[in-house]
């Protein structure tokens, strides 16, 4: 199985900051990387795919980039409605796993 | 509009069985691959199953292997999960997740999920 390592676990930034997590897979898996949002009680909600592709109607400050085991993610302004949690996801074979998430926080 | 929405959640003992269903609208169900994926009170996000568009192809995670059965009604535009022998490392939120017209695809579309709690 494809194990998917996240960090940092947690983090917490001011309005307007810049924020990155990174995500790295134990194998290389091309670009077959996604990044999702989950706001807390609520259904996640994809925002990247393939690495660096921006779904539909996700607000242009979000991005990512990598490729084969390293993988970034990036909001470049943090907003309040920027907290929860962020999961990456790979899609590069079967089991399609996730990395264990990090949590966004305002200060 | 696209829309997933999760039922047949609820309280069951170890060992029990519990159907879920998921309800697709607003895109062509029969054309696309459908996941669940679960999550545990306070813990992240753990794919369980998959079905290819057509039904013929199925897949588990380890934890759903030989207990757990994903198949669908494309007449009905409704996806389900057969769970038998449940445990109470089964109680989670499950989400049924739209794929893409192939199996390895990013989940563009969730439901609001439904509860499933194992307990005596």
């Known amino acids: 199985d494809i194990q998917m390592t996240q960090s940092p676990s947690s983090l917490s930034a001011s309005v307007g900051d810049r924020v990155t997590i990174t995500c790295q897979a134990s194998?290389?898996?091309?670009?077959?990387l996604n990044w999702y949002h989950q706001k807390p009680g609520k259904a996640p909600n994809l925002l990247i795919y393939?690495?660096?592709n921006l779904e539909t109607g996700v607000p242009s400050r979000f991005s990512g980039s990598g490729s084969g085991t390293v993988f970034a993610f990036t909001i470049s302004s943090l907003q309040p409605e920027d907290i929860g949690t962020y999961y990456c996801q790979q899609h590069d074979d079967l089991p399609l796993t996730f990395g264990g998430g990090t949590r966004v926080e305002i200060k | 509009e696209v829309h997933l929405l999760e039922s047949g959640g609820g309280l069951v003992r170890p060992g029990g069985s519990l159907r879920l269903s998921c309800a697709a609208s607003g895109f062509t169900f029969s054309s696309y691959a459908m996941s669940w994926v679960r999550q545990a009170p306070g813990k992240g996000l753990e794919w369980v199953s998959i079905i290819t568009s057509s039904g013929a192809s199925t897949d588990y995670g380890d934890s759903a292997r030989g207990r757990f059965s994903i198949s669908r009604d494309n007449a009905k535009n409704t996806l389900y999960l057969q769970m038998n022998s449940l445990r109470a490392e089964d109680t989670a939120v499950y989400y049924c997740a739209k794929g893409g017209p192939v199996i390895l695809h990013q989940f563009d579309m969730w439901g609001q999920g439904t509860l499933v709690t194992v307990s005596s």
């Open positions: 194998q290389d898996i091309s670009n077959y």
């Open positions: 393939d690495a660096s």
